[in-house]
């Protein structure tokens, strides 16, 4: 399995401060025929089913406020939030579907400081 | 829109019987397969299974021996049942979507997601 592991467990920002979550996987998650990164950020709400953000490790989703960014490639890649908002308090998932079984990180809460 | 039903409370080594409504758009699609996930109290989120309307499927190692999907296109659902189950299985229970790439056969990212549903395992 691809083991996901994400850094810090929890962080507190302060509103319209800049929050950076880390995440590295065991094994690269670059397919090298098409130079894709097979990875996906979700934020998730208390109460609420998991959103997805980022697709393809920095491609927004629809709907996704320009101030999330996904950057990285193989094995270590990051999900910004550049100006943190009140809505933005969650926990972030990052995911890899290079291949079964999907895994998920252990998460990161976000909280205002 | 995906809604999932089913027992809140499930005895030790009993089964767990799960279905996911999907409103909005077809089972019968191949722009998703239809997945389960799962996230026990204070933890992160765990896949168990993913199926095609065509009956393909895959499913998590760790849970394969216990674990069944299934799909009722006519019904527009699909079901995940967990056999066995014990202490290690109380979660909240999450039905999704699974964005598929028919051209190159891959599966990505969940979305969209069901509400999710609290199955306690308790005697």
């Known amino acids: 399995d691809i083991v996901m592991t994400q850094s810090p467990d929890s962080l507190s920002v302060s509103l319209g401060g800049r929050a950076t979550i880390n995440c590295k996987s065991s094994?690269?998650?670059?397919?090298?025929?098409?130079?894709?990164?097979?990875l996906s950020w979700y934020q998730h709400k208390p109460g609420q089913p998991p959103k997805v953000l980022i697709t393809?490790?920095?491609t927004r989703e629809s709907g996704v406020p320009d101030r999330f960014s996904g950057s990285g490639s193989g094995t270590d890649f990051t999900l910004t939030i550049s100006s943190l908002q009140a809505e933005d308090v969650a926990v972030y998932y990052c995911?890899?579907?290079?291949?079964?079984?999907?895994?998920f990180g252990q998460g990161t809460k976000v909280q205002i400081k | 829109q995906l809604q999932e039903s089913g027992p809140g409370l499930v005895r030790p080594s009993e089964t767990l019987s799960l279905s996911c409504s999907v409103s909005?758009?077809?089972?019968?699609?191949?722009?998703?397969?239809w997945g389960w996930i799962r996230q026990p109290p204070g933890k992160g989120l765990e896949w168990i299974a993913s199926?095609?309307?065509?009956?393909?499927?895959y499913y998590n190692p760790s849970l394969r021996s216990r674990v069944t999907i299934s799909v009722d296109t006519s019904e527009n659902q699909f079901f995940l049942r967990l056999t066995s189950v014990t202490a290690a299985d109380t979660a909240v229970y999450f039905c999704?979507?699974?964005?598929?790439?028919?051209?190159?056969?891959?599966?990505?990212?969940?979305?969209?997601w069901g509400q999710g549903v609290l199955v306690t395992v308790s005697s």
């Open positions: 999704a979507g699974q964005n598929y790439d028919l051209s190159s056969g891959s599966l990505s990212w969940f979305d969209p």
């Open positions: 909005g758009g077809a089972t019968n699609t191949n722009s998703y397969y």
């Open positions: 199926i095609h309307y065509s009956g393909n499927g």
């Open positions: 094994q690269s998650v670059l397919f090298s025929s098409n130079n894709k990164n097979y």
């Open positions: 393809w490790a920095s």
């Open positions: 995911q890899q579907y290079y291949f079964t079984p999907w895994t």
